[in-house]
């Protein structure tokens, strides 16, 4: 996302309301990339002022970080996966052309508390070469299974799909052929989300995408989507009345797909939700919506959410990660946040 100086005047005001203890630096190793020093500050409570209180909708706050790093990696975070089944690491990208990998380190209750081992390295294109430019580099949202990786690109429509190497980032990606839809969206308000489906499931061989805000000349405020490839591809609409922009989505429990928004207003701020779109009414030619699971606002310890991951903890729970993206921005911070799903 651009920066927008409305959202990172309000998003400063919040980062003065921000409460945490300094756990300070965690750098780890490089290998084949720098190494990236964070700072980490806890955020042991969502609702600002009342740490009691850890139910939000259906969702059940875990706990979270502020990370802070003179490191260019760590700003402008817009795509987010899980690289290990019990969240212990993380991919995630930037929009800016770069990908940054850390450890996620834990208290005995499993609660997220500092990380270790940050390196970054820059996003290839098929030659082998970093993308150049915002154009170009302007990537938004990842995800990744079986070792294949997607990467959406927002200001020119593209979805960018490789595979990881063996330390852990993309390598060379490739350009997949795109509906010429996608051609008519915005410039800036591209494709915000890409998301592979479970092999034996009702989308395996697909991949969806969706894009941020309705393309030139819609004649609705819904956000347009695509199944691409798959036994079923086509188009479909995301329910919008233009309030919410949509930010990232991931499927989760029973191959639902679970979808993250983000909205500003000079009355209410900065503001975000969670969607639960089901399986069954994702298909070509709907209008798909569904229920709220939680809504956040400057009440809460959120900032511009633009990335999700969904990933299944050591107790079965299903696990939902947040990640903000800072516009580099000193009035804006970049915040990690884990919940659980109280529901199936």
Same mark, same amino acid.
């Given at each position: 996302?651009?920066?927008?100086?409305?959202?990172? =005047?309000?998003?400063?005001?919040?980062?003065?309301?921000?409460?945490?203890? =300094?756990?300070?630096?965690?750098?780890?190793?490089? +290998?084949?990339?720098?190494?990236? %020093?964070? +700072?980490?500050?806890?955020?042991?409570?969502?609702?600002?002022?009342?740490?009691?209180?850890?139910?939000?909708?259906?969702?059940?706050?875990?706990?979270? $970080?502020?990370?802070?790093?003179? #490191?260019?990696?760590?700003?402008?975070?817009? !795509?987010?996966?899980?690289?290990?089944?019990?969240?212990?690491?993380?991919?995630?990208?930037?929009?800016?052309?770069?990908?940054?990998?850390?450890?996620?380190?834990?208290?005995?209750?499993?609660?997220?508390?500092?990380?270790?081992? !940050?390196?970054?390295?820059? *996003?290839?294109?098929?030659?082998?070469?970093?993308?150049?430019?915002?154009?170009?580099?302007?990537?938004?949202?990842?995800? =990744?299974?079986?070792?294949?990786?997607?990467?959406?690109?927002?200001?020119?429509?593209?979805? &960018?799909?490789?595979? *990881?190497?063996?330390?852990?980032?993309?390598?060379?990606?490739?350009?997949?052929?795109?509906?010429?839809?996608?051609?008519?969206?915005?410039?800036? /308000?591209? $494709?915000?989300?890409?998301?592979? @489906?479970?092999?034996? @499931?009702?989308?395996?061989?697909?991949?969806?995408?969706?894009?941020?805000?309705?393309?030139?000349?819609? /004649?609705?405020?819904?956000?347009?989507?695509?199944?691409?490839? !798959?036994?079923?591809? !086509?188009?479909?609409?995301?329910?919008?009345?233009?309030?919410?922009?949509?930010?990232?989505? /991931?499927?989760? %429990?029973?191959?639902?797909?679970?979808?993250?928004?983000?909205?500003?207003?000079?009355?209410?701020?900065?503001?975000?939700?969670?969607?639960?779109?089901?399986?069954?009414?994702?298909?070509?030619?709907?209008?798909?919506?569904?229920?709220?699971?939680?809504?956040?606002?400057?009440? #809460?310890?959120?900032?511009?959410?633009?990335?999700?991951?969904?990933?299944?903890?050591?107790?079965?729970?299903?696990?939902?990660?947040? &990640?903000?993206?800072?516009?580099?921005?000193?009035?804006?911070?970049? =915040?990690?946040?884990?919940? +659980? &799903?109280?529901?199936?």
């Amino acid at each position: 996302m651009r920066g927008r100086t409305r959202l990172a =005047v309000v998003s400063g005001l919040l980062a003065l309301l921000a409460a945490g203890t =300094v756990l300070g630096l965690s750098a780890g190793a490089a +290998t084949l990339s720098p190494s990236v %020093p964070v +700072t980490v500050q806890r955020i042991a409570a969502f609702q600002i002022g009342d740490p009691e209180v850890t139910r939000f909708g259906a969702l059940e706050f875990v706990g979270g $970080l502020q990370l802070s790093s003179r #490191h260019r990696a760590i700003g402008g975070l817009s !795509g987010l996966v899980m690289t290990e089944a019990d969240g212990s690491a993380f991919l995630a990208i930037t929009d800016d052309g770069l990908a940054f990998q850390a450890r996620i380190l834990r208290d005995a209750a499993g609660r997220p508390v500092d990380l270790a081992e !940050g390196r970054a390295a820059p *996003l290839r294109d098929r030659r082998g070469k970093p993308f150049r430019g915002k154009l170009e580099a302007d990537t938004e949202a990842l995800d =990744v299974r079986d070792g294949a990786v997607v990467i959406s690109v927002e200001g020119r429509p593209r979805i &960018l799909a490789g595979r *990881l190497e063996p330390d852990g980032f993309p390598g060379p990606l490739t350009e997949m052929r795109l509906p010429p839809a996608t051609a008519a969206l915005k410039g800036g /308000k591209g $494709l915000e989300t890409v998301v592979i @489906g479970r092999p034996g @499931g009702p989308f395996a061989g697909a991949v969806v995408t969706i894009g941020e805000d309705a393309p030139r000349n819609a /004649k609705s405020r819904d956000n347009p989507g695509w199944l691409i490839g !798959g036994p079923a591809p !086509g188009a479909f609409r995301v329910a919008n009345d233009g309030t919410y922009s949509i930010t990232d989505a /991931k499927f989760g %429990p029973g191959d639902d797909l679970f979808i993250l928004e983000r909205a500003y207003s000079w009355r209410d701020g900065v503001r975000c939700r969670i969607r639960r779109i089901r399986a069954a009414d994702l298909k070509p030619g709907a209008r798909i919506d569904g229920p709220v699971l939680m809504e956040a606002n400057l009440s #809460h310890q959120i900032d511009n959410m633009e990335a999700l991951a969904l990933w299944t903890d050591g107790e079965g729970r299903t696990r939902l990660s947040l &990640l903000s993206d800072d516009n580099r921005s000193f009035l804006q911070r970049t =915040v990690y946040l884990e919940f +659980t &799903l109280t529901g199936p």
